[in-house]
């Protein structure tokens, strides 16, 4: 029986036909997916979901998908798709991330002509019959800096096109090297001197905890006066309340904004405001880059549906079915000593070895090299992918390599990860037992054996006399309760590490008392998805 696929949303004939093509039975209900009701109903009928942002694959949804195994996002934003419901009854979902990259770019750029010249405010003066020639002056776009916060896909292609407008570019991304930078042609930074040079700011990373309000009030305050803000990438990046009192004070001299805190925005501190020109989310809206992406989704759940074969999956890897049984706990295993390292380094990365040991080394391991890097980047850009994140890295310019070797120790074999940035190295090493689930054996070169859990506190300290004291203290103060702790020293005197299992997320108040002893050289908070 030929595959069957739900169209909820609207795709163009070409990518329908796709599917039918590759022996796909399609049903094309373009407006279905505004019907919650409706699509409850029948979606426990399909194999495949294919979507764009209208529909909303909740957890309710989820539950009705009795049959559903892929849901295909036609655009990079997976927002309005539950990963975690649909992971947990082993759904895949995929997305297309670099189909709209250029078109969102472009209209950055627009934006920022727009801003410059007041052109939406011109043309509204001018075709209400006025003449108001001299109340409309701009600036000149050539030799002004350019702040663009985020140099991944869609950022790097701003950056080209800034510099060929004659810019002069500063960027500030953590995970862009030295190396890569220059080879952009761009000036690598810290986020204030940014905002204390750039004439514009733009942004272009995802909406993450780190990444909320990187335009804060405080930050705000710190841009040079006259500065003009874009922002096409997500809302809630910027505070539009302090934006907007910003402006009106003449600090900032105008603002683009494609996104908002809070969509459909019916209503904002940005609106009515003279120099802010508002577009509702048009980033990826042409007609190119709609046509590719819906092709592109169609291909990839026809491929799957089809032949088995897995690509641009948010949750999980590119590996065949053959594969999978084998390398599904050592995925997951990668995933964890990348979400590891990626948690507890703050600085840019310039280096990353992968060293597999014995049994692994005979396994698949691009996916896993994949699952690691996925897991490092996470902490930083919610939506990577297994198949984004290797791309990343190279357009990054951060070095990789991977080191196979035979077995060498106790273990059957394990994955070692060694991230090396600007002012030190962290390593870390874990394997799989017979239970199929991962754990810490080595941190910092010092042995150890330790759980994943989902909440776990990571502390690096001057190994003295009275530190589990202190720690269960601090904690037992708090109300935060240890489950479970791992412990680890180099030497008498020497490093020591520790590992904490609490019941929940721990807040920064009281990491900062962790912190505050003098033998304590580092308490981060870790989140892990172990269920």
């Not at 942002?53 to 997976?78: C, D, P, Q």
């Not at 500030?172 to 090297?177: E, G």
């Not at 305050?221 to 004070?249: F, H, M, Y």
Request: proline share 4%; net charge negative.
């Amino acid at each position: 029986m030929a595959p069957r696929v739900l169209v909820s949303d609207e795709l163009s004939e070409t990518a329908v036909q796709i599917f039918r093509d590759r022996g796909v039975e399609v049903d094309f209900q373009p407006k279905l997916g505004k019907d919650k009701e409706k699509l409850a109903e029948i979606i426990g009928n399909y194999d495949g979901l294919a979507i764009r942002s209208a529909t909303k694959v909740t957890e309710k949804l989820i539950a009705e998908a009795t049959n559903l195994k892929v849901v295909g996002r036609a655009g990079i934003g997976v927002d309005n798709v539950d990963i975690p419901a649909a992971s947990r009854r082993g759904i895949i979902v995929m997305n297309t991330p670099f189909g709209n990259s250029i078109t969102t770019a472009e209209h950055a750029i627009a934006l920022m002509f727009a801003v410059a010249r007041q052109l939406p405010a011109a043309d509204n003066s001018t075709q209400a019959g006025k003449w108001e020639k001299s109340k409309f002056m701009g600036v000149e776009i050539t030799g002004k800096v350019l702040g663009v916060i985020g140099a991944g896909n869609i950022g790097s292609i701003v950056c080209a096109r800034a510099i060929g407008l004659k810019m002069h570019v500063l960027a500030y991304d953590p995970f862009l090297s030295k190396e890569r930078a220059e080879e952009m042609g761009v000036v690598k930074v810290e986020l204030d001197e940014l905002l204390a040079q750039a004439d514009f700011i733009t942004l272009h990373v995802p909406l993450t905890d780190k990444t909320r309000n990187v335009l804060s009030a405080e930050a705000i305050a710190k841009t040079k006066p006259g500065v003009r803000i874009i922002n096409c990438a997500r809302g809630g990046l910027v505070d539009e309340k302090a934006l907007a009192d910003a402006l009106k004070s003449g600090h900032v001299a105008g603002a683009g904004f494609d996104v908002f805190e809070v969509e459909p925005a019916t209503e904002s501190p940005l609106f009515g405001l003279p120099n802010v020109v508002c577009t509702p989310h048009l980033g990826a809206s042409t007609t190119e880059a709609q046509e590719n992406v819906a092709l592109q989704v169609a291909e990839q759940m026809a491929d799957y549906l089809v032949k088995g074969a897995v690509s641009n999956a948010i949750n999980m890897p590119s590996i065949t079915a053959e594969e999978a049984p084998i390398l599904k706990p050592f995925i997951r295993l990668a995933d964890v000593l990348g979400a590891f390292v990626g948690q507890v380094t703050e600085s840019a990365i310039k280096e990353i070895e992968i060293l597999y040991d014995g049994s692994t080394a005979a396994m698949n391991t691009k996916a896993l090299t994949s699952a690691v890097l996925a897991g490092l980047i996470r902490p930083q850009v919610a939506d990577v992918n297994m198949v984004s994140a290797p791309i990343m890295i190279k357009e990054k310019g951060i070095i990789l390599s991977e080191v196979k070797r035979d077995k060498t120790g106790v273990f059957d074999g394990y994955i070692k990860l060694t991230v090396t940035t600007a002012n030190q190295t962290r390593s870390v090493a874990g394997t799989v037992f017979s239970d199929g689930k991962p754990r810490f054996i080595q941190i910092k070169g010092i042995n150890l054996d330790a759980d994943v859990g989902n909440h776990m506190v990571y502390l690096t300290n001057t190994d003295v006399p009275g530190m589990i004291g202190f720690i269960g203290t601090t904690l037992g103060d708090a109300n935060v309760n240890i489950a479970n702790f791992q412990l680890g020293r180099e030497k008498q005197g020497g490093d020591a590490i520790a590992l904490l299992y609490v019941d929940g997320p721990v807040s920064e108040g009281v990491l900062d008392k962790l912190r505050a002893n003098p033998a304590v050289r580092q308490a981060k908070p870790l989140v892990f998805n172990v269920d």
